[in-house]
Nanobody, 120 residues
Framework: VQLQASGGGLVQAGGYLTLSCAAS????????MAWFRQAPGKQRELVAI???????NYAQYAKGRFTISRDNAKNTVNLQMNSLKPEDTAVYYC???????????????WGQGTQVTVSS
């Protein structure tokens, strides 16, 4: 299973970016999908998570500014980020909880990370 993230870049404060992540490979089903981020010198933290049934949860700083969505048919997850702030600068990672077979355990998979830089 591979996760390929894209969409990062440099944007001015107040701007927007959309991150995308596509899962590929052989598996039975993807359950939760999520975006994490890691700023320099800080621990990786959860930004937003979306269940297969589209229930979502956001970090407090992301509420009202970020929107996570997914397409189960395409095995993709997006993160729309609006009103970006310099403190949103980080490497963003997509994450998926994958069932490789019907009766297998759920395993986490990570994308390679995409840099988001917000200038003031």
């Amino acid at each position: 299973v591979q996760l390929q993230a894209s969409g990062g870049g440099l944007v001015q404060a107040g701007g927007y970016l959309t991150l995308s992540c596509a899962a590929s490979g052989t598996f039975y089903r993807i359950n939760d999908m999520a975006w994490f981020r890691q700023a320099p010198g800080k621990q990786r933290e959860l930004v937003a998570i979306i269940a297969r049934g589209n229930t979502t949860n956001y970090a407090q700083y992301a509420k009202g500014r970020f929107t996570i969505s997914r397409d189960n048919a395409k095995n993709t997850v997006n993160l729309q980020m609006n009103s970006l702030k310099p403190e949103d600068t980080a490497v963003y990672y997509c994450n998926a909880s994958v069932l490789r077979a019907l009766l297998s355990s759920e395993d986490p998979y990570w994308g390679q990370g995409t840099q988001v830089t917000v200038s003031s």
